[in-house]
């Protein structure tokens, strides 16, 4: 029985996950302001999507630069706190850490290790970095304006994820667990399906919708990814439990690194437009006395 409720953790954790979601999002909903304006904001899908100027050379090498130095910035502040964490960690976690992979080897449930063998490749580092060159080019030919963005971030999170992960590496030789090892502090495969993945929703967000009720969405099929890449490493016993938290949060803190990056180098994200391709621009009417002569 302790086997099944073991399993039972990634099924549980994932319906937590959507069912906040849901929960957000009818509060969403129910804000009054937002409410008024989701006709607005469904019309502006259909915006075209090639409005707006195209930038210019000089433009994109500006922004670029200030993308990648913000990017680099934040993968440097993330470096700061994975390395006071990793001091807790590799000097402490084993005290969670052996008892978890203990209980996990004592009651495995087969048809779900087979099932996570398959579900764990989803943070592998082909799979994501293939993820991230496709999602460059397909977003850079449908991006309205300033191209440049969706290929410059995915690519250059590539190597600011690679190397920054590498020195956190150097710095901390942790083995993994028994059955594996080479895992190290943090999971690379948990930090991977949170910054890869969700700077591709946060591209695809930014450009496409802009509504706060897809982000919450986008934001749950983030987390259950991550989620599921976590469960995943510490059930087949691949990382230690803490190594999968820690890369859990070093995903996020790269992850918020390079949003705050797009948007010191691109700007906000343009606001949903009305149809036929305009602004909805409020209009004050006067009041009269009395009908017109």
């Known amino acids: 029985m302790n086997r099944y409720l073991t399993a039972a953790i990634w099924p549980v954790g994932l319906l937590i996950i959507f069912g906040a979601a ?14 008024a304006g989701r006709a607005d904001a469904q019309a502006g899908r259909h915006h075209n999507h090639r409005a707006g100027t ?3 050379l000089s433009d ?8 990648l130095v913000t990017a680099v910035l934040g993968a440097v502040v993330a470096f700061g706190v994975m390395w006071l964490l990793g001091l807790l960690v590799v000097n402490h976690g084993l005290a969670i850490d052996k008892p978890v992979f203990t209980w996990i080897q004592n009651h495995p449930v087969h048809p779900v290790v087979a099932a996570m063998k398959r579900l764990t490749k989803i943070g592998d580092t082909w799979t994501t970095w293939g993820a991230a060159m496709a999602a460059a080019v397909c977003l850079a030919v449908g991006w309205r304006d300033k191209r440049w963005v969706p290929p410059v971030a995915l690519v250059s999170l590539i190597v600011v994820d690679h190397y920054t992960t590498l020195a956190l590496r150097h710095v901390f030789h942790r083995p993994g667990p028994p059955t ?10 948990c930090d991977r399906a949170i910054v890869f993945y969700g700077l591709i929703a946060y591209l695809l967000w930014r450009e496409f919708s802009g509504r706060r009720s897809t982000a919450i969405w986008a934001g749950a099929v983030v ?8 469960f995943s490493r510490v059930y087949l016993s691949l990382h230690w439990l803490t190594d999968a938290l820690s890369g859990l949060l070093y995903g996020g803190l790269l992850l918020a690194g390079y949003i705050v990056a797009i948007r010191m180098a691109a700007g906000r994200p343009v606001a949903p437009r009305a149809a036929h391709g305009t602004d909805v621009v409020p209009v004050a009417i006067a009041p009269t006395d009395g009908p017109a002569t």
Do not use: I, K, M, W
């Open 22 to 35: 849901y929960l957000a999002s009818r509060r969403n909903l129910a804000d009054p302001a937002v409410s």
């Open 54 to 56: 195209r930038s210019s």
């Open 60 to 67: 994109a090498a500006v922004g670029s630069g200030r993308l």
């Open 180 to 189: 594996s090892p080479l895992g190290t502090f943090p999971s690379g495969g």
């Open 223 to 230: 987390a259950a990814l991550g989620f599921n890449e976590a």
